[in-house]
């Protein structure tokens, strides 16, 4: 804030915004699992008592528009609102970049798991129809193309999932502050694919129920959302995805070439 001519509004403002400032900042990064320094907790405390304070001097007890806060007065108010900022700013970059190191590391689990698998899958569908027609097993035609429509469409839904959460990624970086929403349902739905993929390929129960041990994993609450605070960060889809879905999709693969 410049100094000389802030009047007693300015100074109701300008501690308004820092006591909203700080508490939501603080709401945020306990949410993530933060612990918060005692200095920036304190901060939305301080200004609401400097603003009880100033309140019983004004007339009325409201700010005036035209009367001016005193030099010491407005030096007091500055030394304040810097020491604020700079705690509050301090968090909010350390929560960023927790997040976008999280979301990195999703984006880049879903992309390897799609590319990896897509050459793989392309390969063993050719080898098998070409085997299942030049036998004439006309019965494993059609499992097998059910099979690749839902390991095709999971593997364009991991696509989709890393662009959607690149999307959130971008968002973050450019200083929007909100929670990175991690696609949970597609997260699912890709889940649900590949579970369908496994029981048209006639696998036995220990794989499906292998995978949907990740369903378990999938319903922790928040968890995605919520846990970026520094060496505790959890990159909740890389996690799932090397935990759960490349062990699935890979038992897919290797069974394309078994139907009779």
């Not at 700080?22 to 400097?50: C, F, K, S």
């Amino acid at each position: 804030m410049l100094i000389g001519g802030t009047t007693q509004l300015d100074h109701t403002r300008i501690l308004l915004g820092i006591w909203t400032a700080a508490d939501q900042e603080v709401a945020a990064a306990t949410a993530a699992g933060y612990v918060i320094p005692v200095e920036l907790r304190r901060i939305g405390r301080h200004a609401q008592n400097q603003l009880k304070r100033a309140r019983h001097r004004w007339a009325a007890h409201l700010p005036d528009h035209e009367q001016q806060m005193s030099p010491a007065e407005e030096h007091r108010l500055a030394d304040f609102q810097r020491n604020a900022l700079d705690l509050i700013t301090d968090m909010r970059v350390r929560r960023t970049a927790d997040m976008r190191r999280t979301a990195t590391a999703e984006i880049r689990a879903l992309e390897e798991l799609a590319h990896g698998r897509l050459l793989s899958l392309r390969s063993a569908v050719a080898d098998q129809r070409r085997h299942a027609f030049a036998t004439n097993q006309q019965a494993g035609i059609g499992p097998l193309h059910n099979a690749l429509v839902e390991i095709t469409l999971a593997i364009e839904e991991v696509l989709a999932t890393a662009q959607i959460i690149t999307t959130e990624l971008a968002s973050v970086a450019a200083g929007i502050d909100r929670p990175l929403v991690i696609p949970m349902d597609q997260i699912k739905h890709i889940h649900d694919r590949i579970r369908c993929a496994l029981r048209l390929l006639d696998k036995s129960d220990t794989a499906v129920t292998e995978l949907d041990r990740g369903s378990h994993y999938l319903r922790q609450p928040g968890y995605a959302i919520k846990r970026f605070a520094g060496a505790d960060a959890c990159p909740f889809v890389q996690t799932y995805v090397s935990q759960f879905l490349v062990p699935a999709l890979d038992r897919c693969l290797a069974s394309l070439p078994e139907l009779p």
